[in-house]
């Protein structure tokens, strides 16, 4: 599912060498945790949240083999220019 989500949300950005995906499983759910550039954000939200739902929908179509839901979280930090 990591590459599956990098290969759909790199070509959507300008800045696809700072996309970052975490991974966070427990016995009923894994959780893709998505970092972006601050610019990039909208991109991936779309219109009224139309892009990022549409991943969502694709990534709950495969269903996993031991039956835990799959979630993507974006995580907008805040930009700090001097850390980068």
Partial sequence: MHKFLELIIK???NFPE???IDVFEDDHSI???L????????RVV????STINAIRTLMQARP???GRRVG???IEDEYDDYNR
Avoid: A, F, S, T
């Fill in 11 to 13: 070509p959507l950005v």
């Fill in 18 to 20: 700072e996309v970052e």
């Fill in 31 to 33: 959780v893709y945790q």
């Fill in 35 to 42: 970092r972006l550039n601050p610019e990039d954000i909208g």
């Fill in 46 to 49: 779309g219109r009224n949240g």
């Fill in 64 to 66: 996993q083999e031991d």
């Fill in 72 to 74: 993507l979280e974006l």
